[in-house]
């Protein structure tokens, strides 16, 4: 933009003069710069010689040796609002002569200007060394005449919602009695009107008073929680008005897209302002802008640092155009029956997780873009819609934010099996019913007439259908019948079958009051689809849509906040929603507070991931599957360290807290495997010990020995830890399987030891068994022959008689022989079959020698202990016994 005026140079000596720039600045001038002992200011209109006139009749009583010159200038005004000052080379190259006066200079051009206003002079002077060349003209002003400058306004100021709503009423009344005390203590009369509230700001000091007591006393009522009714307001000049009850008829201002809170006026009074304000941009038109556009104003101590806010424009063809919200996608570049979003089949819920892994700054280039494309061709958005660049992402994610809305969420509720959201949406069936499909074909044709042809056929056949009343209710949405389509979708309510389809109907129904601007009623709907469908979030999203347009920004970021937290893509859904357009600036400085805060939370969230996946190799070992799987997860989470996104910021720190609570989860229980397997250890060295205790020759078990007792002192050490230090854990991980291996090789040896152990005893047992039988053999044989050769004759056995005589120790020795050898094959086969029940037998009458002799020395340590402490009974105290330990060594 660029506006034309009168530019002032100023030199002077000395101190300069504090009614010098105080008489500017109430005259509207604009401080460019000041070096030294000269300044340039710069002014739209011709009170520049206004502000002059009354500085020459000070001047004459008070000396004001100060030079002024005053020449044409242009003021051009970047993108940014920076304003720089245009002049003609030739006047740039100047020296200002010393004068001990007040000496004012004008340049033909500006002279040409002033002529209307009366009491000034302007005479011809000769040229002056270290001018331009230039005919100037010598200022002088009347002292009869006031000189009163030109500038005034009137305000305008109008109170959001219903005036029927009881709400309104007493909000209303209760903020306009904080807003009527800052009236009269400005001095400044009001008038009332319909709720509108006029006054006049004669100059532009009442204006800079009005605007910063405004805001200030909004912003107060809000730190303190006191009556608080958001506002609108329009101040315009008073060229052409008249302060009367119509007043705010003639204001050209669309009421409902005013951001609330902010003194709404064009960039020419806002600049005005000075020092103090910040100068906000406001999107009423697409075209070139100029310095009678609309605009409003903050106070810049109130507002965030531009460098620190989220600085997100929505492309204007978007949000700005001579429709309204449409009813599919909420943009204002199109009517409803010309939504882009009908060429969309499919829902695109990845859009959100591709645009997670976009950086900020890639946003603001998407989207200018955008607007580029959108400039040279207003009817490019179709085409954009199916590439794949980051604009294209950034303008199908705003056409998602209204899916809601859209057929292809009917034609999914359409092919849902499952009954709520949004577990339904993902369990998808064929397509059933053909004529619905081909009834939602013809309506993104807009073929209305064979639409309603089909729709009648099919209801005729089944008037319970759900699909094609659905298609009835779109049908009076294309022809602009929002009654009866509001008629239509509450029929269909009653005919969904399941939470989803009814909930979905809900919204549709909610979407036609919102369009109507009913914001109340449409969020009442919203609550009711939230009842049906609990998990259907989006609901809660367009009540806060709802507060927003009715004014409510601020108090509705409370909900979005909400949303966010619980879905951190929310927050991508406010900064690209078109239909947040009127509390947009509020709504950016919310949004800047959680950016800020993620953003410093990422910086405390990279370190952390570094942290957890360092730690991830001091607990689990390379090639533990763990540490496999979760060295992949990691590696996804810290791309996520690179990517500046809020929900980029917000998953790091999710991601990272579950892995790092699955690995803990992880180490108790590996932990608790490993105390379990130990303690199992400690059952199997139990029977290792006791089995090879038996063992008859102990001083060839050294080697057997230190592996067992390496064991029972690893046993012991886990025993007493808690394996929640990284160096602890991993020693008992890696002791565990050590300890398992030489369990297992002591089991092995155990085989044999236990081979030789039982051979032994058996020869024993046998060869103790062999050691009677022989015994009663050789009696036998001792006793048996001598008593046959006696007894012989007397029985018919002579031949024995003379046998056993004659061969007496023959035959005693070779009987000894045999029944020595039958002995011992008897003992070796009783042996054989008493052997596990006499080993048991030893064994149990050893170990309950072994048990009673540690219970009696137990006994006697406890009597000892009782002696020394005085307690004359010590058995009648309950004793905890600590879990038994294996013992340290075996011998």
């Excluded at 389809?501 to 009623?521: A, D, H, M, T, W």
């Excluded at 947009?584 to 910086?603: K, P, T």
């Excluded at 070992?621 to 989470?637: Q, V």
């Excluded at 007496?808 to 070779?814: A, D, K, P, S, V």
């Amino acid at each position: 933009m660029s506006g034309y005026g009168h530019a002032v140079w100023i030199s002077w000596l000395g101190e300069q003069s504090a009614a010098l720039s105080q008489t500017f600045l109430d005259y509207g001038g604009i401080h460019m710069a000041s070096e030294r002992h000269q300044s340039l200011w710069f002014f739209f209109t011709t009170d520049v010689f206004l502000a002059l006139a009354r500085l020459e009749i000070w001047a004459r009583l008070n000396p004001l040796p100060v030079f002024v010159q005053v020449m044409p200038a242009n003021l051009p005004v970047g993108f940014k609002l920076e304003i720089t000052l245009s002049l003609e080379s030739s006047l740039t190259q100047q020296q200002a002569p010393p004068v001990d006066e007040f000496t004012v200079l004008v340049h033909p051009k500006s002279v040409e200007a002033a002529k209307s206003i009366p009491g000034l002079t302007f005479t011809d002077i000769p040229k002056t060394p270290g001018l331009a060349l230039q005919l100037w003209k010598r200022f002088g002003a009347d002292p009869r005449l006031p000189y009163t400058t030109s500038l005034g306004w009137y305000m305008v100021l109008k109170p959001l919602g219903s005036a029927i709503d009881k709400s309104f009423q007493s909000g209303w009344r209760e903020f306009f009695h904080r807003v009527e005390p800052l009236t009269k203590r400005l001095k400044l009369q009001y008038i009332t009107h319909n709720f509108f509230v006029m006054l006049p700001l004669s100059n532009l000091r009442e204006l800079r008073q009005w605007c910063k007591e405004f805001l200030l006393l909004v912003e107060q009522v809000k730190l303190e929680g006191g009556p608080y009714w958001p506002c609108v307001q329009g101040i315009v000049e008073k060229k052409g008005l008249n302060f009367n009850t119509d007043l705010h008829k003639k204001v050209l201002l669309d009421w409902d897209q005013l951001a609330p809170d902010f003194p709404h006026m064009s960039y020419r009074a806002a600049l005005l302002l000075g020092e103090g304000f910040r100068i906000n941009d406001v999107r009423f038109k697409v075209d070139e802008g100029s310095l009678a556009d609309w605009c409003n104003v903050s106070l810049e101590s109130g507002e965030r640092s531009q460098d620190t806010e989220l600085r997100v424009e929505l492309p204007a063809r978007l949000v700005v155009g001579p429709h309204g919200h449409c009813f599919y996608c909420g943009q204002r570049s199109h009517p409803l029956q010309e939504c882009p979003s009908r060429q969309l089949d499919e829902l695109d819920a990845e859009v959100w997780e591709r645009l997670a892994l976009l950086n900020f700054p890639a946003f603001e280039s998407g989207l200018q873009e955008v607007d580029g494309l959108l400039a040279a061709n207003p009817d490019s958005l179709p085409t954009l819609l199916r590439e794949d660049r980051v604009p294209a992402q950034l303008v199908r994610a705003m056409f998602e934010i209204g899916s809601l809305f859209q057929f292809r969420m009917q034609a999914a509720v359409w092919r849902a099996f499952g009954r709520e959201y949004p577990r339904g949406l993902h369990q998808m069936g064929p397509k059933a019913n053909e004529a619905s499909w081909e009834g939602l074909q013809l309506l993104q044709q807009g073929d209305l007439v064979n639409l309603e042809r089909l729709i009648t056929k099919e209801l005729f056949r089944n008037p319970r259908s759900f699909p094609c009343t659905v298609l009835r209710g779109y049908a009076a949405l294309e022809r602009n019948d929002l009654l009866r389509a509001m008629q239509v979708f509450a029929e269909v309510e009653k005919l969904a079958t399941t939470p989803l389809q009814q909930s979905s109907v809900i919204f549709l129904q909610g979407r036609v009051l919102e369009i109507q601007s009913k914001l109340q009623q449409a969020s009442n709907y919203y609550k009711r689809a939230m009842q049906v469908s609990p998990r259907w979030l989006d609901a809660l999203y367009r009540q806060g849509v709802c507060q927003v347009k009715m004014g409510f920004a601020e108090q509705a970021f409370g909900l979005f906040q909400n949303l966010i937290m619980r879905n951190p893509n929310y927050f991508n859904y406010a900064l690209l929603d078109p239909e947040l357009e009127r509390g947009h600036m509020q709504m950016l400085a919310a949004l800047s507070g959680l950016w800020l805060q993620a953003q410093a939370r990422a910086e405390e969230e990279r370190s952390l991931a570094e942290a957890l996946r360092n730690d991830l190799g001091k607990w689990f070992p390379e090639g533990h599957p763990f540490h496999t799987e979760m060295s992949g997860r990691m590696t996804e989470m810290m791309k996520l360290t690179q990517v500046e996104n809020y929900v980029a910021y917000a998953r790091l720190a999710q991601q990272r807290a579950l892995l790092g609570k699955e690995m803990m989860m992880q180490v108790e229980e590996e932990g608790r495997r490993i105390k379990k397997r130990f303690t199992n250890y400690l059952d199997r060295l139990k029977v290792v010990q006791r089995e090879s205790s038996w063992f008859p020759f102990p001083k060839l078990l050294l080697e057997f020995n230190k592996e067992f007792n390496f064991c029972v002192k690893s046993i012991n050490w886990s025993h007493s830890q808690h394996f929640q230090m990284a160096e602890t854990f991993r020693k008992a991980a890696d002791l565990v399987d050590t300890v398992d291996t030489k369990i297992a090789n002591l089991e092995d040896r155990l085989k044999t030891l236990k081979i030789v152990r039982d051979s032994t005893l058996f020869v024993i047992l046998m060869f103790r068994g062999f050691l009677w039988l022989g015994l009663a053999s050789m009696l036998f044989s001792l006793l048996a022959l001598p008593l046959l050769g006696f007894y012989g004759s007397s029985i018919g056995l002579g031949w024995a008689e003379d046998m056993t005589f004659r061969q007496q120790l023959e035959l005693q020795g070779g009987l000894f022989v045999i029944l020595a050898f039958l002995s011992l094959a008897l003992s070796a086969v009783r042996t054989a079959l008493v052997f596990d029940k006499r080993k048991e037998k030893i064994f149990r009458e050893a170990e309950a020698s072994a048990r009673k002799m540690t219970e009696a020395r137990a006994a006697q340590r406890s009597r000892n202990r009782a002696l020394r402490t005085g307690n004359p009974s010590p058995s009648a105290q309950a004793v905890s016994k600590a879990p038994s330990k294996a013992k340290t060594k075996r011998g």
